[in-house]
Nanobody, 114 residues
Framework: VQLQAFGGGLVQAGGSLKLSCAAS????????MYWYRQVPGKQRELVAS???????NYADSAQGRFTISRDNAKKTVYLQMNSLNPEDTAVYYC?????????WGKGTQVTVSS
């Protein structure tokens, strides 16, 4: 399994970005998907998750502003981020979880200017 995240960039505070993460292989539809983010010097933190059945969960910091979704036909998970603020600046990573195995993609940088 390989994961490729893209869609990051520079945006002004209050703006929006939509991240995508495309997976290879055949287990995407039966896997849970996650978005994490990491700021230099800090631990990677979970932002949002979506189960293979479509149930979602969000960190408090993302609740009401971010939306995670998935398209199993395209083997892609998305993170729609609205009302961005400078505290959302980080490298965003997607993760695929299948049984006891986790697969990580390379991150995509999101920078929110004030």
């Amino acid at each position: 399994v390989q994961l490729q995240a893209f869609g990051g960039g520079l945006v002004q505070a209050g703006g929006s970005l939509k991240l995508s993460c495309a997976a290879s292989g055949s287990i995407f539809s039966i896997s849970n998907m996650y978005w994490y983010r990491q700021v230099p010097g800090k631990q990677r933190e979970l932002v949002a998750s979506i189960t293979r059945d479509g149930s979602t969960n969000y960190a408090d910091s993302a609740q009401g502003r971010f939306t995670i979704s998935r398209d199993n036909a395209k083997k892609t998970v998305y993170l729609q981020m609205n009302s961005l603020n400078p505290e959302d600046t980080a490298v965003y990573y997607c993760k695929l979880g299948h049984w006891l195995q986790d697969y990580w993609g390379k991150g995509t940088q999101v920078t929110v200017s004030s």
